[in-house]
Structure formats: C-alpha cells, structure tokens
C-alpha cells in the first residue's frame, strides 16, 4: 500500500481486498473527472480518506464484487462511508460531503442555484467536454464517434461561453464564494484542452482557475 502525502491518505488497488476501515473509502480510477470533484473538496474540506484505484479501461468496475457491494450502475466514483454504506454519483458525493459547510450555501436561492449548475454540468457540459477528451486523449474515435464530434464540439463551446459570461459577471458561480458548483465544473473544464478544446479566449475562466487553484488544500488531478 502507498501513500500519497498530498491528501494524507492511503492508496490501494481494488483487489487488495475488502477490508473495512475507520475512514471515508473513495473508490475511483485517478483518470476520471468525476472522481476528481470528489478529491478536490476532500482536500478544500481537510478530510483523510483512504483512496482505492481502479481502472476503467479495463471494466474493473464491472465486476460482480464492484456491482454488487459498491455501485449496480458500475461506475465511479463512489464514496464509501466508514459503516460501508457506499454513495454513488459525483455531485451527489459533493453534496453529502458539501452538507453543513461553507460549500453547500445555507441560502434557499442560492443552493437552488447551485443545483442548477450542476444540473447544467451533467447535461450540457459533461456529455460534450468531458466525453471529448475520453474519445480524443484516452482512447481512440470510432467512425460513429467520429460522426459525432462536431455536434460536441459545438455543444462544449456553448457550454463555455455560457460560463465565461457567468464568470465575467462574477468571481465564483454562485454569490461571493465558491460552492461545489464550482467543483463541479472546475474538473472537467480545466482539462477541456484534452479534447481538443481551445481555451485561450477564455479568460474569465482562466482566472476562475486560478482563484480555484490558490484555494488551501486544492489538489491537482494527477496522483
């Protein structure tokens, strides 16, 4: 088992076995986006959590053991809490753990705002920027897929514009500070280059990456 200091907590690949720990478990294979917004406000939140790795590519996740006692849908992430109860889905992991704290706003209006960019991440930006650079920097096009990317490209670009505008008008997404919306959106956005994405125009997003970035406890993608 190696550690990595970074998040203090423990990394172990997914057949080292199913023992129970005294702490949060997130299972994820490092590629992901999604598993990277839950990473992120593990850091921001200051929380130990022990770090299971899959990979994906491979179907680890489709396995009967995975599909079984983790997630039926097979995917990560999942968040599985300390009595083993386990917590699928991105942005429903970022508001379990966003409860009670500054990142999950106490406003009636401003946490329906919050949803409503992440709702926008699962349906406007993800599906085009986030499946751009799975097609494009980690595995190869397929003709249909191959069909299909200007369509994306297209729908990606209007999902940035849309927040560049936001982020023009404003510092975070929602009121004055940031919240997961902004989690949610920082992880794929920041690597939409990966797609094929030009970014440069972008600058009020540029600089919401490096507010989000000089954030204590920001962690990076990579592990």
């Known amino acids: 088992m190696a550690y990595d200091n970074h998040r203090r907590s423990a990394i172990r690949d997914n057949n080292d076995g199913n023992a129970m720990t005294n702490k949060l478990t997130l299972h994820d294979d490092p590629i992901s986006g999604n598993g990277y917004k839950v990473r992120l406000l593990l850091g921001f939140l200051g929380i130990n959590y022990e770090y299971v790795r899959y990979d ?9 053991t995975f599909l079984q006692r983790l997630n039926a849908n097979g995917r990560i992430p999942v968040l599985e809490l300390e009595d083993g109860t386990p917590v ?3 942005n429903a992991i970022l508001c379990y753990l966003a409860d009670g704290t500054p990142w999950w706003p106490s406003d009636r209006l401003a946490r329906a705002r919050t949803l409503q960019w992440m709702f926008f991440e699962q349906y406007s930006h993800e599906p085009n920027i986030a499946t751009l650079r799975f097609w494009t920097h980690l595995t190869l096009l397929t003709p249909a897929q191959e069909a299909a990317r200007d369509g994306k490209v297209s729908q990606g670009y209007a999902a940035l514009n849309l927040m560049d505008t936001q982020l023009t008008k404003n510092s975070w997404l929602v009121g004055e500070g940031p919240t997961v919306a902004d989690i949610s959106l920082y992880a794929y956005t ?3 280059h990966e797609g094929g994405f030009d970014m440069a125009p972008y600058s009020a997003i540029h600089a919401w990456f490096r507010r989000i970035e000089a954030l204590p406890g920001y962690v990076s993608m990579t592990i």
């Open 88 to 90: 699928a889905e991105s």
């Open 56 to 64: 994906i590519l491979k179907a680890e996740t489709r396995t009967e």
């Open 190 to 192: 920041h690597v939409a």
